[in-house]
């Protein structure tokens, strides 16, 4: 089946540890996303890429970092810089670069600090 | 910048009821609007969207037009199920191309329909 994989879905960090959240697509799509979710509030956007090699910073980058090394995959690293990293983490991709593109999302990861 | 206001939850409805969610929006340029559902402890799935001004988009018995005068892309469903019980999402594609078309949300607003 075609669509977006995320894992693990429960991520338990500790204190100054840096995890990484997975996330893969077999949509052949270019453009993928990285969400926050916080209760109550809706999603925020971390990081995205167009293509291959190449991420921007959205909205609340900082703590975060990811990679695009190849199409199919867009992992997000929480480092330890970020001091308040308990959230929902969505993935998102979408075919195209137009603003009328839908974007198919994951089933996420929750994660929770120790 | 762009931005998204829909209105608080929850709603608690009974089954077969009809349901409103108020979404309105605040754009520079011209979005597209789009309408996401979240089950419990599941990510998001589009539930329809409109690109242009007047569009009606529709799926599962929902309908949201986009009204370019009231900037508005209000959800409706006229005879709600306990099944629709979910949060649902107004979001729009930013219209900077420099944030690479992602969605701006609303904050959700949480449906309960009871039997």
């Known amino acids: 089946d075609g669509g977006i994989t995320q894992s693990p879905k429960y991520l338990f960090r500790k204190e100054g540890q840096n995890v990484t959240l997975s996330c893969e697509q077999n949509l052949n799509h270019d453009a993928m996303y990285w969400y926050r979710q916080d209760p109550g509030q809706g999603l925020r956007l971390i990081y995205y890429?167009?293509?291959?090699?190449?991420?921007q910073k959205g909205d609340i980058a900082e703590g975060y970092s990811v990679s695009r090394e190849k199409k199919e995959s867009f992992p997000l690293t929480v480092t330890s810089a970020q001091k308040n990293p308990t959230a929902f983490y969505l993935c998102a991709s979408t075919v195209g670069k137009g603003r009328g593109e839908t974007q198919y999302f994951g089933p996420g990861t929750r994660l929770l600090v120790l | 910048g762009d931005s998204v206001t829909q209105m608080e939850g929850p709603v608690t409805l009974s089954e077969e009821a009809f349901l409103t969610i108020n979404c309105t929006y605040t754009a520079t340029g011209y979005p597209s609007l789009f309408w996401y559902v979240q089950y419990p402890g599941e990510g998001l799935q589009l539930l329809l969207k409109?690109?242009?001004?007047?569009d009606k988009g529709s799926n599962k018995g929902f309908e949201a037009t986009y009204r370019k005068e009231t900037t508005s892309f209000h959800l409706e469903k006229g005879s709600v199920q306990v099944s629709d019980s979910a949060v649902y999402f107004c979001a729009l594609t930013q219209t900077d191309s420099n944030s690479g078309y992602a969605l701006n949300f609303g904050k959700g607003t949480s449906l309960l329909v009871t039997p």
């Open positions: 890429s167009q293509i291959v090699n190449d991420f």
């Open positions: 409109a690109t242009k001004a007047d």
